[in-house]
């Protein structure tokens, strides 16, 4: 059994911040596994807008590059989304995923948490 739990979401003003936490526990080693931070808006699909590949590779859609950062402890086994500058268009749900790298004991295994919202307006 594994669980992710996400938490940090709220409501703030435009050009505010907010750090998303996703705690991972159960049976799941989070060094495994690479992160991604998902987001949905009402009526939208939910797309991906940063992802950390092993220790140090982040990856941020265009819509938050230089805004948001990924990062991960896998010895709490937290990983952390930090949102600065945030704007209206940021307002969605937030979902923590985890997908196994290749090539070690978790490949091929994917798991969501349930999300977080955020709400950014004045």
């Known amino acids: 059994q594994v669980s992710l739990v996400e938490s940090g979401g709220g409501s703030v003003q435009p050009g505010g911040s907010l750090k998303l936490s996703c705690a991972a526990s159960?049976?799941?080693?989070?060094?495994?596994?690479?992160i991604n931070w998902y987001r949905q808006a009402p009526g939208e699909q939910r797309t991906v807008v940063a992802t950390?590949?092993?220790?140090?590779?982040?990856r941020y859609s265009d819509s938050v590059k230089g805004r948001f950062t990924i990062s991960r402890d896998d010895i709490k086994m937290i990983a952390y989304l930090q949102m600065n500058n945030l704007k209206p268009e940021d307002t969605a749900v937030y979902f923590c995923?985890?997908?196994?790298?290749?090539?070690?004991?978790?490949?091929?295994?994917?798991?969501w948490g349930q999300g977080t919202q955020v709400t950014v307006s004045s």
């Open positions: 159960g049976n799941i080693h989070l060094r495994f596994y690479n």
């Open positions: 995923n985890v997908v196994g790298r290749e090539f070690n004991p978790a490949a091929g295994m994917s798991f």
């Open positions: 950390i590949i092993g220790d140090n590779d982040e």
